[in-house]
């Protein structure tokens, strides 16, 4: 495989989360870890892909955009190799939807790390949800970063929620972070490796999102959805869920 196919293919998929057995996922991923350049651009890739994703997430976008576009179009007459009679608006619209797909920002439009909730604003739903993602991989890093204090930093400096009880963490290796938008709810998501085999995912989200939760500090029960434990906690200004990222992943002994 050559360095543009294998940029083709690292453009479309988390190396941390894509199976496999794709067809050619593994050589470029193996190319990514043995490559000094590959891995460079990639993580210039990623850190562009945030950079517009977070300038996207500021702009509002009508839910009948789509459904307007598509009938505009069906409706047009060709007239000199041209579609006559759509408004310049939506020709630029039209024309961002377009180059954004190019950059790679088409994740954000196709809706990775969005997630639509699966009930209303609780704890419950919340901790299912984000076990979810990790079943799904419907998310991809924004910054990569092994420090986790660099990384707290990050999702500060980006406007996310506060992570101030987890001391634990300063020691540990991480993959990185990102941010996903949980219906209206921005939250900070961070990979961390717990030790040498063992990799987690915490999610944090602004306590002023939840009606009700219980007292800050108290762990909540260890949960089971699509195999994977999940537990969580809340603090003054944040909550916290955790989920293992595997089925033999035990999460509660790490926090």
């Known amino acids: 495989m050559d360095k543009e196919r294998a940029k083709e293919i690292l453009m479309s998929i988390d190396p941390e989360q894509a199976p496999r057995e794709e067809p050619g996922v593994s050589d470029a991923v193996s190319m990514l870890d043995s490559d ?21 997430q500021e702009i509002p976008v009508p839910e009948s955009l789509r459904d307007q576009l598509m009938a505009t179009v069906k409706s047009a007459k060709p007239e000199g190799g041209r579609l006559m009679g759509i408004p310049p608006v939506l020709l630029a619209a039209a024309a961002a939807v377009v180059v954004l797909g190019f950059i790679g920002v088409a994740n954000v439009l196709n809706g990775k790390n969005k997630i639509v909730p ?31 204090t660099a990384l707290q930093k990050w999702v500060t400096e980006n406007g996310g929620p506060a992570t101030a009880s987890c001391e634990k963490l300063a020691s540990r290796d991480c993959k990185g972070c990102t941010f996903l938008k949980w219906g209206d709810n921005k939250v900070a998501m961070f990979c961390i490796d717990v030790d040498d085999d063992t990799l987690v995912h915490m999610f944090v989200l602004n306590r002023e999102n939840f009606p009700s939760l219980p007292p800050e500090g108290e762990m909540k029960s260890v949960v089971r959805h699509n195999g994977r434990e999940s537990t969580g906690w809340a603090d003054e200004k944040s909550v916290y869920v955790v989920v293992g990222h595997d089925e033999k992943t035990a999460v509660k002994e790490h926090f």
């Open 36 to 56: 000094a350049g590959l891995k460079a651009w990639e993580e210039s890739e990623r850190e562009f892909d945030a950079a517009v994703g977070a300038k996207l």
């Open 118 to 148: 699966s009930g209303p604003v609780t704890f419950a739903s919340f901790q299912q949800d984000m076990a979810e993602t990790i079943h799904t991989g419907n998310f991809r890093l924004a910054k990569r970063d092994k420090d986790f």
